[in-house]
């Protein structure tokens, strides 16, 4: 019989910001020995959940996201335990409706 290996829960390091003209949100998550088919990256308008592990580490956070953003048009890459997301910020008027005005 083996024995289980102790595994350790970590929120991994985040850097996020918004490019100059506002138009992308970055993000970048330190998942440090993660192989990249070990990461789950979910992406909401308003938050994003990610999570990875390695043989002793499950890295796992939830983060508000400050703007609503384009879920649909999100690009990841993955490179040496960094994580890049790009989300474009969608556009405030996107779901706003004309009013008929009487």
Do not use: Q
Not at 81 to 98: N, R
Request: with cysteine; net charge negative.
């Amino acid at each position: 019989m083996t024995e289980a290996k102790e595994k350790f829960i970590r929120s991994p390091e985040t850097c996020a910001w918004a490019d100059d003209e506002h138009d992308t949100y970055h993000i970048e998550v330190t998942l440090p020995g993660v192989e990249k088919d070990k990461i789950k990256l979910k992406i909401h308008e308003d938050s994003f959940f990610i999570s990875g592990e390695t043989d002793n580490t499950v890295y796992v956070g939830s983060y508000a996201i400050c703007c609503p953003v384009k879920a649909e048009e999100t690009k990841a890459s993955y490179k040496n335990g960094i994580l890049k997301i790009d989300v474009p910020f969608k556009d405030p008027m996107e779901d706003a409706i004309d009013v008929k005005i009487e």
